[in-house]
């Protein structure tokens, strides 16, 4: 017969039905009952202390997001709180030779030719390929000798496509050029195949040698009529520490730590994204070529297909060994595909079903999902990708970004001494140990005699490094090469630099570069123009000529040209901003006395509860306002041909009207090799006609072409629910503190002061109420009076400062008492914000409440 027992813990009863239970059994109904009622309190005990400490205990896990994709799990839907991104400086001593836009920098074999190619690139718009006129090994070396310490460690890389028959690689050679140095570490790419070379170098395989050349050799025989390309040359000096560490790197990861960059390049607008449960972004995102395609919401769009080709789709980055879930709704014939994309461009395909699992394979880097279907209209609604195999209900997309305004910079040779970005009470803030700053005609240059001799001119600029630490400068160029930072100062030959002494800096300046002749001093604005990119010459011979005249007759300037040096653009005019395409000298130093600096940011960075999809990258350009560049049709493109953004854009991440984010109408792509991606990048939006507001600010969140190193950002989630209330609470009074801050700014803005300028020349308030006030609207707005000053035409009676300026300049009416009779006067407003006397018939006098102007953004 069955033992009775209780139905939670199991305690032994007494089956009083039964006649057998003649005794009572003292091992089952008390031992056995005790034991079971011990155990059953021990477990109750165990599970109340472990919720007592999840609520209770803030626990917290330490998390730290690498530089590139990454899938981070977390244990429970919580903010990330940030514990610090350090700074990183990178010099890439080969300049911006390395980026294989112009095959001058480079001499080949005699074997081989040279020449510019757009089907393989990876760095800007071109890449070089090699082409074998004769059978035989090929090598192309950069022209330019590198000088090095020969007691320090050095790592080359190229990106390179290999010929059919042999494999590539990269390696150092003496400067003259008689042999190589044997780098003991260091890879090929196999015939064939695409991929990054490498090759590393300790002082001992260095020999001594302080001057190098920078080599992409072939190990074998090409024969006649084959070839290899490359691309994103680059040579760094790095530490021992990192020396050790490059064996147990792939390629992929030394091309995120060691990116090709032009120069000195350092953490530059660091970024967090945490992409969306649904990795698919709304229809108004996704791209279409020459197709008929309605887009109905945000997640439902109409392709009228009328010939092959036609189809919508949208690329996501994928992680090595991600699977996904892929759902839709299709419409009638409507058909689905994915595309998996290697790092060679290469890629395979599969047909999708409305409900099906994606396991790409190994060595994906990015899969599309494109949406098609037979001719004729073709509807989709609600598409879906999420990480894993379990079928999901379906969500929109919603991305969080965490982002700064900021640059972080360290030590270039060892890292050491970074900048940390960090928060304190949720603010952000940088601990700045380096500062950089952009040496260019704006700065008061000087010519020093005693830095000049046979050869270049030296120059200096007084006060600049404010706070430095003598000899700690580094300068790169305009072809992004190193400036030689002499340790006692003393200049003695060209392209070299005091390394900053008592802040203030001493450099020296080739002829060749300048045109300045052996016999002639220049001029302070003359100066100044070489650092707006102009070279001078004698117009009476040729562009690369030097002036070297005494009557000052006969000046001419002109700038390079980038693709291909050549002089252009000559001018007689003196020029006073920068030359088109110029990319100036750069000056970073150390502080003295670390400062800390407030950081702009942008967004809260939080994870769902299990695998979340995350991105670590630099260069992103928050909310810069832009013009649109309005087509015949009327349809309005940003970051267009006339109205470039700041920096060439790669992806546009928000387009915001007057601060509120909207969505672009039709393709989010351009085509590649059409003019605009060479001028502004291969990213920007349109709006149609309809959807455009002529009197709205317009604003563009986006990312840089230009490459950026990336640090790892380091930080904590809420490992238990006692961390994750403090987190939300924490959240509130956060967000509350903010919105209370907006609220004050926004009433400040809405009650502005007025303000009195300072006047020049002799004139003076006459009424307590003169100046000046700027409204809500951009309206600048004067009133009350002003007398007893000079008034020959031209007089400058002051300077408004930057952001109540005009946009073109005017001239304005006021009211001028003569001393005998009020008549009318006229004044003008530059864009620069100087504010002249046109006509004054008297000057008792001039009431100013007629003036008004809309001021620049």
Not at 186 to 201: Q, S
Request: hydrophobic letters at 35%; charged letters at 20%; proline letters at 5%.
């Amino acid at each position: 017969m069955t033992n009775p027992v209780t139905p939670n813990i199991g305690l032994n009863k007494i089956d009083r039905t039964s006649p057998s239970t003649t005794y009572f059994d003292l091992e089952k109904y008390i031992d056995q009952n005790a034991d079971a009622v011990d155990q059953f309190a021990g477990e109750t005990k165990q599970s109340l202390d472990s919720l007592a400490s999840r609520l209770d205990t803030e626990e917290r896990r330490e998390v730290v997001l690498q530089p590139g994709l990454q899938v981070v799990h977390a244990e429970r839907t919580a903010p990330f709180s940030l514990s610090g991104i350090k700074g990183r400086t990178l010099v890439n001593l080969l300049g911006r030779d390395g980026g294989c836009e112009s095959v001058r920098g480079f001499v080949v074999s005699s074997n081989s030719t040279l020449k510019l190619v757009t089907s393989f690139k990876d760095q800007g718009n071109y890449s070089i390929e090699v082409n074998q006129i004769t059978t035989g090994n090929s090598y192309t070396r950069a022209a330019n000798a590198i000088s090095i310490n020969p007691n320090s460690y050095y790592l080359a890389l190229a990106v390179v496509k290999a010929s059919t028959s042999t494999e590539v690689t990269v390696r150092l050679v003496k400067s003259d050029g008689s042999a190589s140095l044997s780098g003991s570490k260091g890879n090929t790419i196999f015939p064939g195949e695409t991929g990054l070379a490498w090759k590393a170098y300790n002082p001992t395989e260095l020999n001594g040698n302080d001057s190098v050349k920078f080599d992409v050799f072939t190990n074998g025989v090409i024969p006649q009529g084959d070839g290899y390309c490359f691309d994103s040359l680059r040579l760094y000096e790095i530490s021992f520490e990192e020396y050790e560490a490059i064996d147990n790197m792939s390629q992929n990861e030394l091309s995120i730590k060691y990116p090709y960059i032009d120069g000195m390049q350092s953490v530059s607008n660091p970024y967090v994204i945490r992409y969306g449960e649904n990795l698919l972004p709304p229809f108004y995102e996704w791209s279409w070529g020459a197709a008929d395609v309605t887009v109905r919401g945000p997640y439902e769009a109409l392709l009228n297909r009328t010939g092959a080709g036609q189809n919508i789709f949208t690329d996501v980055p994928h992680v090595d060994g991600t699977n996904y879930r892929f759902s839709v709704v299709y419409g009638e014939n409507a058909l689905g595909q994915v595309q998996y994309y290697n790092a060679a461009g290469d890629a395979q395909q599969e047909d999708l079903s409305d409900n099906e699992i994606i396991e790409p394979p190994a060595g994906t880097v990015r899969i599309r999902i494109v949406l098609a279907g037979p001719n004729g209209p073709l509807s989709f609604r609600n598409p879906m990708l999420t990480l894993g195999t379990e079928l999901q209900s379906f969500v929109p997309r919603e991305d969080f970004m965490l982002a700064f305004q900021t640059d972080l910079h360290a030590n270039p040779v060892d890292s050491s001494d970074p900048d940390v970005l960090f928060e304190r009470e949720g603010q952000y803030f940088k601990l700045a140990k380096w500062k950089r700053v952009v040496l260019d005609g704006s700065l008061n240059w000087g010519y020093s005699a005693s830095s000049s001799s046979t050869g270049y001119k030296g120059v200096y600029c007084t006060g600049l490094a404010p706070n430095s630490i003598n000899r700690s400068a580094l300068i790169t160029k305009y072809n992004g090469t190193v400036l030689e930072t002499k340790s006692d100062g003393q200049i003695t030959g060209p392209d070299q630099n005091n390394g900053i002494g008592g802040s203030n800096l001493y450099l020296s300046i080739p002829n060749a570069d300048s045109g300045w002749g052996a016999d002639y001093t220049p001029t302070q604005d003359e100066i100044k123009a070489y650092f707006w990119g102009w070279k001078m010459y004698d117009t009476t011979g040729a562009t690369s000529s030097t002036y070297n005249r005494t009557d000052g007759a006969y000046k001419g300037w002109v700038r390079r040209r980038s693709y291909d040096g050549a002089y252009v653009d000559g001018t007689g005019t003196l020029p006073t901003t920068f030359a088109p395409e110029y990319t100036p000298y750069h000056l970073v130093y150390r502080l003295a006395k670390p400062t800390v600096e407030p950081v702009v940011s942008e967004g809260c960075l939080t994870l769902n509860e299990g695998d979340n999809q995350v991105e670590v990258g630099t260069g992103i350009v928050l909310r810069e306002n832009n013009n649109a560049s309005i087509a015949s049709n009327g349809v309005a493109t940003f970051n267009g041909v006339n109205f470039p953004l700041k920096y060439k854009a790669s992806a546009i991440i928000e387009l915001n009207r007057d601060d509120m984010r909207i969505y672009p109408d039709g393709s989010g792509l351009r085509t590649p090799g059409t003019p605009l991606e060479i001028a502004n990048g291969p990213a920007w939006v349109n709006l149609n006609p309809e959807n455009y507001d002529p009197s709205a600010i317009y604003s563009v969140t986006y990312l840089k072409l230009d490459k950026s190193l990336i640090q790892p950002v380091s930080g904590s989630l809420a490992a238990s629910e006692k961390s994750q209330i403090s987190d939300l609470t924490k959240g509130v009074a956060k967000a509350l503190q903010r919105v209370s801050v907006v609220e004050m700014k926004k009433a400040e803005k809405d009650s502005p002061g007025w303000i009195a300028p300072t006047l020049l020349n002799g004139w003076v308030r006459e009424s307590t109420t003169f100046g000046y006030v700027k409204d809500p609207a951009g309206n600048v707005r004067f009133r009350g009076r002003i007398s007893s000053g000079a008034t020959a035409s031209g007089t400058l009676l002051f300077t408004l400062p930057v952001g109540v300026r005009p946009t073109v300049y005017g001239y304005y009416q006021v009211t001028v008492n003569t001393g005998a009779s009020l008549t009318t006067g006229f004044i003008m407003i530059n864009i620069d914000g100087t504010v002249v006397i046109s006509y004054f018939p008297g000057n008792t006098w001039i009431n100013w409440d007629t003036v008004s102007f809309l001021a620049e953004q």
